[in-house]
């Protein structure tokens, strides 16, 4: 669908993208995560083609691509209704008369607003000014998305309506691209994701392989001598709060393991789970940097 190749970008003499190559594939939601001030913005306006002083290429695939770009900061009239500042994004994109008014009407729907179409939008909470802010950005139809920190400062119920919005437009075929520095978000709505650093992808695959390529799975024990004197044929093992923490390639056999030994010597087991491996985690060690402070 889309391929960045080499791209470069400079502010002065300040580095904001440094050799970015990226394939992103059709029908998917990517993610692109990074802490502030890691280039996500950037990249992605040029991929909007809001910057167009940079190095490297941009290539789409053949297919017509109609981008929609949903801006970080707010982008809306505050003093109009949401329905004109509706109409005003649909004539920029040249839609007119009947065929304007039929998509407002559809995209007040798809963003749940349809009951607020004639109020102001100083009225509007953070979430729905949100809401209304990817509206603006899907009049025309796109079939790539990109969505630049589109839950920041949104109540939970926004937040689940957006998630749900992202999930009909993949249904529909469309492609999106998510900047957060949520992880949780990325793990949640994206197959693939993009880490970004200091102005470079520092990984990018589907977020699985991600989890698999550096995250050993591993088993949480706490207890009085619950865990067998053999478990580190098993895995390897480390104290973390009052337990141990063991890492293997085969975790329900380390499961299995410490079972059988605690109904064998009828010790005492607290607690005993498999521990979710956290794309949060694989930042931090490929990093050395937390996505918030
Ligand atoms: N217009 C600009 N002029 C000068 N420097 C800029 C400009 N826009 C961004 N930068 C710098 O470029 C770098 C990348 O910024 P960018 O906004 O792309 O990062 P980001 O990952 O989107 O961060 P955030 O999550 O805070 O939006 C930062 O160091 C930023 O200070």
Request: aromatic share 8%; glycine share 8%; with cysteine.
């Amino acid at each position: 669908m889309l391929m960045v190749n080499n791209v470069e970008k400079y502010y002065g003499k300040k580095t904001a993208l440094s050799n970015v190559t990226l394939d992103i594939p059709k029908g998917i939601c990517y993610g692109l995560v990074g802490p502030n001030g890691a280039g996500k913005s950037t990249l992605m306006k040029i991929i909007a083609s809001v910057i167009q002083d940079y190095k490297g290429t941009i290539q789409f695939t053949n297919e017509k691509i109609r981008v929609g770009y949903v801006p970080q900061d707010i982008a809306l009239e505050e003093t109009l209704s949401a329905r004109d500042n509706l109409y005003f994004f649909g004539e920029l994109y040249g839609l007119k008369g009947k065929t304007l008014k039929k998509r407002t009407n559809e995209v007040l729907t798809e963003i749940g607003l349809k009951e607020r179409g004639k109020d102001k939008v100083q009225s509007f909470s953070g979430g729905m000014k949100r809401r209304l802010n990817i509206g603006c950005g899907i009049m025309h139809k796109p079939n790539l998305i990109i969505m630049d920190e589109p839950t920041v400062g949104v109540d939970p119920q926004s937040r689940r309506y957006i998630f749900q919005m992202i999930e009909r437009m993949k249904e529909a075929g469309s492609t999106i691209i998510y900047a957060s520095h949520y992880m949780e978000e990325i793990e949640n709505v994206c197959e693939v994701a993009g880490f970004m650093d200091h102005g470079r992808i520092v990984e990018n695959d589907h977020i699985d392989t991600i989890l698999k390529k550096h995250v050993t799975p591993s088993v949480y024990v706490k207890g009085n001598n619950c865990l067998p004197e053999d478990i580190s044929k098993y895995g390897s093992v480390q104290s973390k709060e009052d337990g141990y923490l063991v890492s293997s390639d085969n975790p329900i056999l380390v499961m299995e393991k410490v079972l059988a030994f605690i109904k064998k010597n009828n010790t005492e087991l607290e607690r005993l789970e498999l521990v979710k491996p956290r794309l949060e985690d694989v930042f931090f060690s490929l990093t050395g940097s937390k996505l918030r402070d």
